[in-house]
């Protein structure tokens, strides 16, 4: 029994598969994987990225999530595995087209913190995982893919943001990161510096003038986006310490305590290429903010410019007698 234990940790620890029963394949993790398709082809192989999609549900087969409702399908690179719910043992028994069930047993995703497990996964059940494989790609073919659709995508931004500011006959200013901003209502009073705490009244919105977040709750209740229960009042942070975009932490520097501006700001100043909830990736934003108040916070005095050396008169040379 002894030697017979050893082989079988030996094929363990390099990975083979053991045949499990009802023609599921056990992995070195743990998974239990059945192909439903075994499509010809080459196996995906570490490192290349695939597109897939993804129907999680419990073994008494009520439905977790699934990637078709959520409109899109989940794109990953394929890494070496590093625990049994990351499934990345599972992809490489699969070529494109494949569609496959995978059982991840609970014991392994709640091990170490089994307070945490719900009643729907008690222990010794599974995770169930159908699995649709839609595209394999080489890392160098995926990553020249996206670079193509950032520049298109970038490109549309672009030309965009610059229909909107002809459309509204916007005169702005623009810094040297791009930050694009008109003062409507100017102040003489003290702007803030990095680190002082502002109150700031605000209307977000895309180019297509779509509100998506606002401080003032007359605003809100007219463009649809009013939530129940939220406090509408200027935001209060400190500015100048990436507490929001950086779009808001330049902008906002401009103005003196009451002033009211409108900020376009481009998506590198924003939420870049992820977007961010209501807000879809490479998305220019504008801002009409009101700066409602500022508490300033003691800082370090400037330390004076250093003087010059007074460079030493010479004497005028001695004529020749």
Known sequence: ?????????????????????????????????????????????????????????????SLLGSSYTAGRPVKIQVKAPQNTPDLMDVFPLLAVKDSACVKVPTDSIFKGHD????PFFPKGSFLVCYIKVERVQSLNDAIGERNKSIDSMRNVETTSRDKYITDHKLVLNTTKTGLKYVITKPSIKSKPLAGDTVLV??????????????????VAQKSGTYQEGRPYEPL?????????????????LLLGNGAKATFVIPSNLAYGDQGSGAIPPFAT???????????????????????KPVA??????KKKS
Do not use: C
């Not at 009244?201 to 401080?215: A, H, M, N, R």
């Not at 030493?312 to 040379?317: D, E």
């Open 1 to 61: 029994m002894k030697k017979i234990f050893s082989i079988a940790a030996l094929l363990a620890v390099f990975g083979f598969q053991v045949k499990a029963q009802d023609g599921y394949v056990k992995t070195a993790k743990g998974n239990l994987v059945k192909n439903l398709t075994n499509k010809t082809g080459d196996k995906i192989k570490v490192d290349d990225v695939i597109t897939f999609d993804i129907v999680q549900k419990t073994d008494k087969d």
């Open 115 to 118: 307070a945490e497990r719900p």
């Open 201 to 218: 009244d605000y209307v977000g919105k895309l180019l297509d003038g779509t509100v998506f977040d606002t401080s003032i709750k007359e």
């Open 236 to 252: 209060k942070f400190p500015v100048g310490k990436q507490n929001v975009i950086a779009g808001w932490d330049e902008g906002l």
């Open 285 to 307: 934003l504008v801002f009409d903010v009101e700066m409602k108040g500022i508490h300033p916070i003691k800082h370090a005095a400037a330390k004076p410019a250093a003087k």
């Open 312 to 317: 030493k008169k010479h004497t005028a040379a």
